[in-house]
């Protein structure tokens, strides 16, 4: 028999996913900085703050005091207690840190797991667009069918009942969102949870609240957590992490909260791929959640300061507009004056003005004619690279 095409022995719900386009864009920098050329990445997500020293600290003591071997699956007790104290003060979020807590390898890990102990062939998630790359892919390989929910630009990106209502289905079982959202620097307002609250009850449906960037607010904005809401409580699960809060991408860091029913399952799944997460590295997250949270506050106002750098320089260029971000750390600019698709702008912005940029299309089509650029730059190369931005788009 002649052999097969490796490729056939590919998984066929595997074969047709898409690498993800935020990794596939920063693997492109770092080869054409390997290569000598000077790129200015504005593309990832990734805070240019180092870890706060006494988290740093934490973790090289566990390490050195032997901490390197297996740990409790679902997470260390002492972080697991933090965790549930950190949801209650901040977010209102009443969880058993015994069982309604589950500690894994980033917020990206959580999600993952989830989706695949709760979505099965034949489920709907609805995923608000523009939205964050993984989320349907995630659904996918857990053989759900990720459904659109596309929000329009023209009112800036808002979620309305109408649009909720046009996608949903008998099969649909889990809403998805992301409040502060990557990548349209929108925070829900109260209009927008009332949406989800009411579809939530009346279709009965889950909520998967993912609020990674929750502590990146500008203008005074709160942030508000789905499970804190009596009538959502019993039916959300909560997703965050130490990535952005703490500039802890590395650490790989993250987890998942809510009912003990769900979590259960979940906690399957993570049993049987991850086992647990280094001891070590849940140290630094103990003392990131228990100890200063100034660090926070520091970073956010470079964000900040970043933002207020930037809109104004985009603006100058002409068919560019951009609203100012009320959470998260991405500019969503408006170019769909500038006479091309967010594809081609960000690749000619790669290719002539050495600035890494995401084209808004990676975060479905709802993003065409939008260009997402991260402030997690050091406020001179974000001008620069705006400048190259601004005389490249001029040509
Ligand atoms: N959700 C959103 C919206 C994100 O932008 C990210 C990217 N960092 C994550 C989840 C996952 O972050 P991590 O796995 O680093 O905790
Ligand atoms: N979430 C970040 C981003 O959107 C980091 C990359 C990733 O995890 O997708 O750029």
């Not at 099965?120 to 998630?125: A, F, N, R």
């Not at 829900?188 to 579809?199: I, Q, S, Y």
């Not at 003392?287 to 930037?310: F, Y």
Request: hydrophobic residues 45%.
């Amino acid at each position: 028999m002649p052999p097969r095409p490796l490729l056939e022995f590919a998984a066929s719900r595997v074969r047709t996913l898409q690498p993800s386009p935020t990794l596939a864009v920063t693997e492109r920098v770092r080869a054409l900085r390997r290569s000598g050329v000077e790129v200015i990445d504005l593309a990832s997500g990734d805070p240019d703050f180092p870890t706060p020293v006494h988290i740093r600290q934490a973790a090289t003591a566990a390490i050195e005091a032997g901490d390197t071997h297996y740990v409790t699956a679902g997470g260390l007790p002492e972080l697991r207690a933090a965790i549930a104290a950190k949801l209650a003060s901040d977010n209102g979020v009443q969880v058993d840190p015994d069982g309604e807590v589950l500690v894994t390898a980033g917020g990206k890990a959580a999600l993952f797991e989830a989706m695949q102990a709760l979505v099965e062939p034949g489920t709907e998630v609805l995923i608000l667009e523009p939205s964050w790359v993984s989320f349907a892919p995630m659904v996918q390989l857990s053989g759900g069918t990720p459904v659109p929910v596309r929000l329009s630009a023209d009112d800036g990106f808002r979620l309305t009942a109408e649009r909720l209502a046009a996608a949903i289905s008998p099969r649909t079982r889990i809403l998805l969102v992301n409040s502060p959202n990557n990548p349209t620097g929108r925070v829900f307002d109260e209009a927008e949870w009332k949406v989800v609250r009411e579809a939530a009850v009346a279709w009965d449906l889950l909520i998967f609240s993912d609020e990674i960037y929750e502590k990146i607010l500008f203008d005074g904005r709160a942030h508000h957590s789905p499970a804190s809401f009596p009538e959502l409580a019993g039916r959300t699960l909560t997703f965050n992490g130490f990535s952005k809060a703490y500039a802890m991408t590395g650490w790989r860091l993250g987890y998942v909260a809510g009912p003990r029913a769900l979590l259960s399952q979940i906690a399957k799944v993570h049993g049987h791929s991850a086992t647990c997460v280094p001891g070590f590295t849940q140290r630094g997250a103990v003392a990131a959640l228990n100890g200063p949270q100034t660090p926070i506050a520091e970073m956010v106002a470079a964000w900040d300061r970043r933002r207020r750098i930037a809109v104004p320089l985009l603006e100058q260029i002409p068919g560019v507009r951009c609203p100012l971000p009320e959470g998260a750390f991405y500019l969503f600019a408006d170019v769909r004056g500038a006479g091309a698709s967010s594809l081609e702008l960000a690749n000619r912005i790669v290719e002539q003005a050495h600035v890494a940029v995401m084209p808004g299309t990676a975060f479905g089509e709802a993003g065409e004619g939008f260009l997402r650029i991260a402030l997690t730059t050091p406020d001179p190369q974000l001008r620069e690279a705006l400048e190259r931005i601004r005389r490249c788009l001029q040509g």
